[in-house]
């Protein structure tokens, strides 16, 4: 017997006990109990619960109907996922990695950055997005040796556009580091990258902000890799996040790529920044 009808026997049962229990307690309290009068109002009370028993199975009835349509709703929806992320190993894809994985081994960033000799294009609010602390170093020596070697870094910051005038009062005094957000701290460290490099390799830094509105990923692109990860807005979501590593050569790839290109080209979304100003 299905779970919605033994429901709709205990609601029948609970109404009509109740109604006759109060029927008989009147009547029994009377002088001259009406025993037809009874019978009469206990066939009513009986009907009453009858009624309202189909109407409760009824409903059951409806919200089951509809929960049977969301878990086919939602198996699709899963359905259409695995067909998705089939196409993507198909298609060259090396891994999909949860956040907490990341660097299980202790290589996985370094390799990142070691795979790099003429290109790193990067999506992000700071370096703290991009690469751990204990990965800093190497990070700012890759970026130096490829704009010692006339190769281009490229770079979207998601955020409010810096201050300038902030970032150069903590160059004369870094106790005003602290009154940097994300995005000037990170042009902060970029400037003095830049102070180690040639003048005439300087323009192939090109650093560019937009609003928070226009990244929907985090994005890392060398030579032979591209790492994608949806944006995290909140460190609510962080366990969900994870990093989707492409060839460079495969289409998924062109189209990430095609994509940063268009954003850097189109000063309506990325307004670039001027890094060189006072140095």
Known sequence: MKKKYIWGYIVFLGISGFFVFVLISNEL?????????????IGLSVLCSIIASILYSVLQLSISSNEQKDIVDR?????????IQNE??????????????????????????????????????????????EYRTLFVGKVTELLKRGNAVRIILSGEEPDISKIKAAERNEDQKRNLNKVERTCYEMRIILRGVPRDKR????????????????????????????????TTNSSNSFLLELETGVDYSRCFDNDFSEMIENENICKPVNLEDGL
């Not at 990923?217 to 060398?222: A, E, P």
Request: glycine letters at 4%.
């Open 203 to 234: 323009k192939r830094l090109r650093v560019f902000y937009t609003d928070l509105k226009q990244v929907s990923y985090m994005y890392i692109r060398t030579d032979h890799k591209c790492f994608i990860s949806p944006y995290i807005y909140s």
């Open 75 to 83: 198996l699709k929806e899963m359905n259409e996922k695995l067909r």
């Open 88 to 133: 993507l190993y198909d298609s060259g894809i090396v891994s999909i990695r949860k956040k907490s994985y990341y660097d299980r081994d202790g290589k996985f960033w370094k390799d990142i950055l070691l795979s790099s000799s003429n290109k790193l294009d990067l999506i992000g609010h700071a370096i703290s997005n991009w690469f751990d602390d």
């Open 29 to 41: 309290n009377k002088n001259e109990p009406d025993m037809t009068g009874l019978l009469q109002n």
